[in-house]
């Protein structure tokens, strides 16, 4: 009877694989049954064995335990399966790459990259504001990637999710992960100057820290894409290759009017701290903070990566861009993730993690050569 429970409050769980989360903790537990599915296989594995040895329920169990093992496989399976036809459709935008690696591996989602740690150094880059600094363990002039956190513009810091930092030192570029100026105290574009503020302090200190100035590009997290996006599409910046949104919302106008669910999270709230009022109150700011609005035929190349899955910033958001991009003949590309939610990248090593990094190496490896 307990394997019996056991198994059907799995079977619950792995429901998170394939729909999207109704709450915010469930959306937190989305993020491990999708990126840590392989514990949340093998666990249901252990339960269906179990079976062998039980008497009452016995065939219950075992069917409810395999419809539930097949759910928890479904976001591996679909990574491989994204994984075979991605390298092809990057090649196809970015042109091939010989010593790129596959996008996905069973053995790195279980045994992980096995990198080697790469300290970061502190810097205050304007007033009290810092960045954390990840060199680069290639040697000479490298690229630098400045890397904006998330934390719906209110929250987060230069520490979040600090792995990809380390993996893009390990492969030749400088990370900069800035710290900005949060709402509701701080406004866009505040932060957005910030980044102005940070790129410039980086382009001083160049020849200490060895980068290429010539080399720079944007990399935000759901608020932080925001911020990335507009500082790349509002005006030029000379050395500036390219702008990378990880499920960032690009179009605040068309967000506000299709708010998040209230019981993930009240992104119209979240909107109006940032911007200073609600649309109705301050349309213009929304329209001067929608990355979408400034794009045109001289915006830098752009990689968009969103999941179908998203509960807290709309998947419709990278659709829109993408076609905003397409229209105005910018080379960029979409990386779209059908299982993945908000935040999938949390794990590095996980079926989104993976294929995610994946792009955003080919991504760099072509605006930078």
């Given at each position: 009877?307990?394997?019996?429970?056991?198994?059907?409050?799995?079977?619950?769980?792995?429901?998170?694989?394939?729909?999207?989360?109704?709450?915010?903790h469930?959306?937190?537990?989305?993020?491990?049954?999708?990126?840590?599915?392989?514990?949340?296989?093998?666990?249901?594995?252990?339960?269906?064995?179990?079976?062998?040895?039980?008497?009452?329920?016995?065939?219950?169990?075992?069917?409810?335990?395999?419809?539930?093992?097949?759910?928890?496989?479904?976001?591996?399976?679909?990574?491989?399966?994204?994984?075979?036809?991605?390298?092809?459709?990057?090649d196809?935008?970015?042109?091939?790459?010989?010593?790129?690696?596959?996008?996905?591996s069973?053995?790195t989602?279980?045994?992980?990259?096995?990198?080697?740690?790469?300290?970061?150094?502190?810097?205050?880059?304007?007033?009290?504001?810092?960045?954390?600094?990840?060199?680069?363990?290639?040697?000479?002039?490298?690229?630098?990637?400045?890397?904006?956190?998330?934390?719906?513009?209110?929250?987060?810091?230069?520490?979040?999710?600090?792995?990809?930092?380390?993996?893009?030192?390990?492969?030749?570029?400088?990370?900069?992960?800035?710290?900005?100026?949060?709402?509701?105290?701080?406004?866009?574009?505040?932060?957005?100057?910030?980044?102005?503020?940070?790129?410039?302090?980086?382009?001083?200190?160049?020849?200490?820290?060895?980068?290429?100035?010539?080399?720079?590009?944007?990399?935000?997290?759901?608020?932080?894409?925001?911020i990335?996006?507009?500082?790349?599409?509002?005006?030029?910046?000379?050395?500036?290759?390219?702008v990378?949104?990880?499920?960032?919302?690009?179009?605040?106008?068309?967000?506000?009017?299709?708010?998040?669910?209230?019981?993930?999270?009240?992104?119209?709230?979240?909107?109006?701290?940032?911007?200073?009022?609600?649309?109705?109150?301050?349309?213009?700011?929304?329209?001067?903070?929608?990355?979408?609005?400034?794009?045109?035929?001289?915006?830098?190349?752009?990689?968009?990566?969103?999941?179908?899955?998203?509960?807290?910033?709309?998947?419709?958001?990278?659709?829109?861009?993408?076609?905003?991009?397409?229209?105005?003949?910018?080379?960029?590309f979409?990386?779209?993730?059908?299982?993945?939610?908000?935040?999938?990248?949390?794990?590095?090593?996980?079926?989104?993690?993976?294929?995610?990094?994946?792009?955003?190496?080919?991504?760099?490896?072509?605006?930078?050569?």
């Amino acid at each position: 009877m307990i394997r019996l429970v056991l198994i059907i409050i799995f079977l619950l769980i792995s429901l998170l694989a394939i729909f999207k989360a109704p709450t915010y903790h469930l959306w937190l537990l989305a993020i491990g049954v999708a990126e840590f599915a392989w514990i949340f296989t093998a666990i249901t594995l252990v339960l269906l064995l179990s079976g062998f040895f039980a008497g009452k329920y016995q065939l219950a169990g075992t069917i409810l335990g395999i419809i539930t093992l097949i759910i928890f496989l479904t976001p591996i399976v679909r990574a491989w399966s994204e994984g075979r036809q991605l390298a092809a459709a990057v090649d196809n935008t970015f042109g091939n790459d010989p010593s790129a690696k596959a996008p996905f591996s069973f053995a790195t989602m279980i045994t992980g990259n096995h990198l080697k740690e790469v300290p970061c150094k502190t810097f205050n880059y304007h007033s009290s504001l810092h960045l954390d600094f990840y060199p680069s363990q290639s040697e000479g002039l490298r690229p630098c990637v400045i890397v904006i956190h998330g934390g719906s513009w209110s929250s987060g810091d230069s520490k979040q999710l600090p792995e990809l930092n380390t993996y893009l030192a390990n492969t030749g570029y400088h990370v900069a992960s800035i710290n900005y100026r949060l709402a509701p105290a701080f406004q866009c574009p505040l932060p957005v100057e910030d980044v102005y503020a940070a790129m410039e302090y980086l382009k001083v200190h160049a020849a200490e820290l060895k980068i290429d100035t010539s080399n720079f590009v944007l990399l935000g997290r759901s608020a932080g894409a925001q911020i990335a996006l507009l500082a790349a599409y509002r005006q030029p910046i000379p050395g500036l290759k390219g702008v990378i949104d990880f499920y960032g919302p690009a179009d605040m106008v068309w967000g506000y009017s299709l708010p998040a669910n209230p019981w993930v999270m009240d992104s119209r709230k979240v909107m109006e701290n940032y911007l200073g009022g609600s649309y109705t109150a301050v349309p213009k700011n929304y329209e001067a903070s929608s990355p979408i609005e400034f794009v045109n035929k001289n915006t830098v190349p752009t990689l968009i990566i969103h999941g179908e899955h998203d509960v807290l910033v709309a998947y419709e958001h990278s659709t829109r861009l993408n076609k905003k991009l397409s229209a105005n003949g910018i080379k960029h590309f979409f990386l779209s993730l059908p299982w993945a939610t908000h935040g999938f990248d949390y794990n590095l090593n996980g079926p989104g993690g993976q294929l995610s990094t994946y792009t955003v190496e080919r991504f760099l490896h072509y605006v930078t050569q």
